[in-house]
């Protein structure tokens, strides 16, 4: 008599206390009846919540790039510098009054800041009085996040008066706009099928759009019930999940409460 496979399926709850240090990520053991046999067919996210926990100005975005023109030698030197500015959550009114000084390795310093609250212009400037003429164009994502364009601002110094630079642009405050679940165990033997109903192989198990206020929690149920098709069945005894930002960093939960629900599809022969 022939055995008939017969589908089942069940839930599982994701939280902190799942954190393996050894792995660094959050660690969901599959039961042992269904983890003993290659039976998984299906991981599908029901729901998750997680904090929006992620500081605007941070480590990533926390520095400038200059880079530095000599006009009587025609020489390029670029400088990629930390800025003073403190790492935190920033909001608009606060950023208003805020001031960003990079020092270069001449101890020449690079000073951003706001020139004009009201026409939300601002301002930068470097405090070089040499006479020597350099020339220095300032980029970098702390720049886009006071309001300047990608492309930066260029700081001519004849020496005696510095000349600043002005830009009309509003503060980038939308960050992060999405977070990332990634889950190694199905990167490649599972199909992913994302919130718009889209498939494809990848590490990254479902993007969460973070659409609340810093501190505020984000209840996310996907339009279509994010899955990662085998194509047939497969042995699996844990699944490890990383929350990434859109700069690939893991996310920092601050000691706020969080918890993801999955549903595992498998199957026993009878």
């Known amino acids: 008599m022939n055995s008939r496979p017969e589908e089942h399926s069940t839930y599982l709850r994701v939280s902190p206390d799942c954190w393996d240090e050894t792995t660094g990520s959050f660690r969901c053991n599959l039961p042992s009846h269904i983890s003993e046999l290659q039976r998984v067919k299906a991981v599908e996210l029901v729901s998750v919540t997680i904090p929006h926990t992620i500081y605007n100005i941070n480590s990533q975005n926390n520095y400038l790039i200059v880079d530095i023109f000599n006009p009587s030698t025609l020489q390029h030197e670029e400088q990629k510098v930390t800025s003073t500015l403190a790492i935190g959550h ?160 893991p996310l920092p939960f601050l000691g706020q409460s969080w918890h993801m629900t999955l549903r595992i599809y498998f199957t026993f022969d009878y």
Request: contains cysteine.
């Open 90 to 249: 920033w909001t608009s009114s606060d950023f208003q009054s805020a001031i960003g000084i990079a020092t270069l390795d001449s101890g020449v310093q690079i000073i951003v800041a706001e020139a004009d609250r009201i026409s939300k212009k601002f301002q930068a400037w470097t405090n070089d009085t040499s006479g020597s003429g350099l020339i220095y164009t300032v980029s970098g994502p702390l720049m886009e996040m006071f309001g300047f364009p990608s492309a930066g601002a260029k700081l001519a110094n004849d020496g005696a008066t510095i000349t600043t630079t002005l830009a009309s642009f509003l503060p980038n405050f939308d960050y992060p706009s999405e977070v990332y679940i990634r889950c190694p165990q199905l990167s490649s033997s599972f199909l992913v099928i994302d919130s718009e109903g889209n498939g494809g192989q990848s590490e990254i198990f479902a993007v969460v759009p973070m659409t609340v206020a810093f501190g505020e929690h984000m209840q996310y149920e996907p339009r279509y019930h994010v899955q990662q098709y085998y194509g047939g069945y497969k042995a699996l005894s844990v699944l490890d999940f990383q929350f990434l930002d859109c700069k690939g960093q």
